[in-house]
């Protein structure tokens, strides 16, 4: 491949036209090209082709400074536990409200509701419509 390069130089790194709209790929593909510039390098010549066929861009900084985004979970745990925690702390109340308000107000029964209805038809008339 080095001498298809030292021989056609530029022009076997670049895109071909022919015709009038149609390109033709390069003589030395891409990939080749960078195999190439490693054995130049590796050889202590410089690459003259760096505008052509650059290396692997050196970032100065690299993404997010070098540390991992992780997973939303992780980030929003200790909110999510927060949040947990106070709904815990109301569940004592609750419990006793909700259970409150399913209590049979025996003395609100009529005493022939008491002789004729199950406790279930009870609950129904005086709880559960209310």
């Known amino acids: 491949m080095s001498h298809i390069l030292r021989r ?12 009038g709209s149609k390109f033709l790929p390069p003589i030395i593909s891409r990939r080749r090209a960078m195999v190439l510039r490693k054995e130049w390098l590796a050889e ?8 052509i066929v650059p290396g692997k861009p050196k970032n100065e900084q690299p993404y997010n400074n070098g540390k991992q985004r992780g997973h939303k979970r992780f980030a929003e745990q200790a909110e999510r536990q927060q949040k947990i925690d106070a709904a815990m702390a109301k569940m004592p109340q609750m419990i ?35």
């Open 8 to 19: 056609l130089g530029e022009a076997a790194l670049q895109f071909r036209k022919v015709g």
């Open 44 to 51: 202590g010549k410089e690459w003259p082709y760096e505008h």
């Open 96 to 130: 006793a409200d909700y259970r409150a308000s399913r209590r049979i107000p025996w003395d609100a029964v009529s005493p022939a509701d008491k002789l004729l209805l199950t406790v279930r038809q009870i609950r129904e008339k005086y709880v559960y419509k209310k």
